[in-house]
């Protein structure tokens, strides 16, 4: 994992170089910072080229990962200049290191073994220059998913925003969309009953089950909220969700109905909240899998893309008759 990412590090600072090259800019005028991360299980392998940062938040408590490669990082380290004495140095935004600006560059790698409910915080200077000790902590832990993010750049632009503001919040999720088990062949009634699945044969929902996850809640629970990102499908088994927005209800589903269908042709932000009623019991279909399995399957993926088109297409309508009369 380390090489692939010191790789990918290094054929982005090569193209970066020659398009420099190529224009006939003068060396070193074209360039940037860079920070990565690479998640391979619990394991987060980094690199960090030039002043951008990573932190992680980890119970309530925010902790930088990177060193700022600047001209007065070096003179802190070399006890010349003190941190507060850095904050108002006029050179603080010269960068010793950057993609691009040589043909070679030398990157910082460092991994970590992240646990459950851990966040990454990746961000350009843009933002922490206006953010003090534990705000990344109060804010991500206030706040989930887009919702961060939002919240930050916006926290930076009314501080000044003098600067881009680039922010990226990787959380390790509690419950991963690979856990719970397969649906047993006895709820596969459930499938078929489901509008996405209705037309497909029993291999079909055999094979369809066969990627589903079942993950069982208790009341009150909440699947995700306004902003989260989605990257999976639910069908309900058992139970009843309500679905509301900005706290106003818009709809209570139950067995055989579905929700989040749009994550598995995209990555939208969710546009409401899904909260259990009761008990319940989901099959979890992710994006990933899904995608797997109309590789492997045309004719599932025809019979299963048709529904799905046909339902978006009702959630347009819906949405256009309610948009023509306001």
């Known amino acids: 994992m380390e090489q692939v990412l010191a790789e990918a590090v290094a054929r982005a600072n090569e193209e970066t170089y020659n398009a420099a090259t190529a224009f006939g800019e003068p060396k070193g005028r074209m360039g940037s910072t860079l920070d990565a ?21 980890r119970d309530k408590i925010e902790k930088q990962l990177t060193k700022d490669h600047t001209l007065v990082q070096e003179r802190i380290d070399r006890g010349i200049l003190t941190e507060e004495e850095a904050e108002t140095s006029p050179q603080r935004s010269v960068i010793t290191r950057a993609i691009g600006v040589s043909a ?7 991994r970590l073994e992240l646990e459950l409910g851990d966040k990454l915080i990746l961000s350009s200077d843009g933002l922490y220059r206006y953010m003090s000790d534990g705000e990344l902590a109060k804010w991500s832990g206030a706040t989930s998913g887009a919702a961060t ?49 209705s037309t497909c044969t029993q291999a079909e929902l055999m094979a ?21 990102p989605g990257w999976e499908c639910y069908i309900i088994a058992r139970g009843e969700i309500s679905i509301t927005k900005g706290g106003s209800p818009l709809a209570d589903l139950t067995a055989g109905d579905h929700f989040g269908e749009m994550s598995l042709v995209d990555t939208p932000s969710r546009g409401a909240q899904a909260k259990t009623k009761g ?39 819906a949405t256009t008759k309610v948009l023509i009369n306001r």
């Open 37 to 57: 991360v690479l998640i391979s299980g619990n394991t987060a392998f980094l690199a960090h080229v030039g002043d951008s940062r990573v932190w992680i938040v």
């Open 104 to 110: 070679k560059v030398n990157v910082d790698h460092s």
């Open 149 to 197: 993010v939002d919240t930050l750049v916006t926290l930076a632009n009314n501080r000044g925003g003098r600067d881009n503001i680039t922010v990226l919040v990787l959380t390790m999720q509690k419950q991963s969309d690979a856990t719970g088990p397969q649906i047993a062949p006895k709820d596969l009634e459930v499938l078929r009953r489901c509008d996405l699945f």
């Open 208 to 228: 369809i089950g066969a990627v589903c996850r079942v993950r069982d809640l208790p009341p009150n629970s909440i699947i995700f909220s306004e902003g989260d």
């Open 279 to 317: 008990p319940v019991k989901l099959f979890v279909l992710t994006r990933r899998d899904f995608e797997g399995l109309m590789r492997e399957d045309a004719i599932l993926a025809t019979r299963v893309m048709w529904r799905l088109s046909a339902h978006l297409a009702r959630m347009v309508r």
